[in-house]
């Protein structure tokens, strides 16, 4: 099935501070090499069919190529981000501007919540992470405005600071996959009762982002680093479609983080 993301060129790409254990900023960063791994990951996404839409990036916020931050968005009506770290806060109004101007209904966000980074919706519930970024109180909002069930997941390694990190919305028979030690004993057991044939991934998957993936329910882009995921993908007769964003994930992103879903 066809789908519509929004995406943001990594043109003022760079790693500058530190907001999650993967960055660096004594490390060199390739922007070029950055923004061809982009181009790939946006070239893939047309390639299956699917429409890529693109905001301007702007100077001075290096991480607004991390797109799924910056906003959620179901039937049309979308739930402006609110970052946690003032280093991405001028993000979320741009973002707000960007669907306001696409003739969408926007709403300001009242607490912390970084869009798709920590809402991602799955069949007819929107699982929504905490414990780094996201405030409960976001989940309340997000459940009152699109009136889907809201299952809260708390997260407890830094690592997986974003649900996106540490659970792929796949759709299909397994639902979604996970890795189990990235959530509390409480939220293991709610997506244990959820989605009993979930993929389970392993530690080695996840610290390469491989769970930071792009499914549209048969097809899913995912980094090419994660192979034992790619095969439990094919064994369950998902498409795995491996993509290297090697240069991102400096700044602890992937090709998930890179791409908003836009629903209409
Ligand atoms: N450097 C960014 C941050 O820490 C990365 C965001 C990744 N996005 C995501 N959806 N997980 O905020």
Known sequence: MSRRYLMCRPTHFAVDYAINPWMDPTAPVDVDLAIRQWTDLADTYRRLGHTVDEIDPLPGLPDMVFAANGATVIDGVVL??????????????AYLAWFARHGFE???????????????LAGDHVLAGTGFRTEPGAHG???????????????????F?????????LGGPAGVAY???????????????????????????????????????????????????????????????????????????GPKCCTLEVRG
């Open 80 to 93: 402006g981000a609110q970052f946690r770290y003032p280093e991405r806060a001028a993000e979320g109004p």
């Open 179 to 253: 890795l189990p030690e990235a959530f509390s004993q409480g939220s293991r057991e709610v997506l244990r009762r959820l989605f009993p044939d979930a993929i389970r991934a392993t530690g080695a998957d996840a610290e390469v982002l491989g769970l930071n993936a792009v499914s549209d329910g048969e097809r899913v882009v995912l980094p090419v680093q994660a192979v034992g995921l790619i095969d439990e993908l094919t064994r369950r007769e998902y498409r795995p479609i491996g993509v290297d964003m090697s240069e991102l994930l400096k700044a602890g992103g």
């Open 141 to 159: 909002q997000a459940q009152e405005l699109f009136g889907r069930p809201v299952i809260s997941l708390n997260l407890v390694d830094p690592r």
């Open 106 to 120: 926007t709403h300001e966000a009242k607490f912390v919540n970084e869009g798709e980074g920590d809402l991602l």
């Open 161 to 169: 600071y974003h649900l996106d990190t540490a659970l792929c919305v």
